[in-house]
């Protein structure tokens, strides 16, 4: 059975950092591709960043880059998300997400990820 848990979200005052920690069993974790989503009330979810399973090339929404960084450790089973400069903008659940397509149109919609995390919240108060 597959499990993606997430850790590292709260309250966080602008311009203040957090590290999201999403970790995974279940699975073979290095043929995954991670990406990391967000969900605010009202708004769908949203894509932020992914990192691939091969060579770990990374991507990200033009709302999160130069701010947070993704990052894994394939020998923890283990996906990051270092957020910095954050703001009341960013408060939202977020997710993490999995799949294994070696090839998608659609790399950024939740809907190419297989396996996704029960969430954590982060607060972003100005």
């Known amino acids: 059975q597959v499990q993606l848990v997430e850790s590292g979200g709260g309250l966080v005052q602008a311009g203040g950092s957090l590290r999201l920690s999403c970790a995974a069993s279940g699975l073979t974790f290095s043929s995954y591709t991670m990406g990391w989503f967000r969900q605010a009330p009202g708004k769908e979810r949203e894509f932020l960043s992914r990192?691939?399973?091969?060579?770990?090339?990374?991507n990200y929404a033009d709302s999160v880059k130069g701010r947070f960084t993704i990052s894994r450790d394939n020998a923890k089973n283990t996906v990051y998300l270092q957020m910095n400069s954050l703001k009341p903008g960013d408060t939202a659940v977020y997710y993490c997400a999995a799949h294994k397509r070696i090839m998608t149109m659609f790399p950024d919609a939740p809907g190419t990820y297989d396996y996704w995390g029960q969430g954590t919240q982060v607060t972003g108060s100005s």
């Open positions: 990192i691939r399973w091969r060579e770990g090339s990374t």
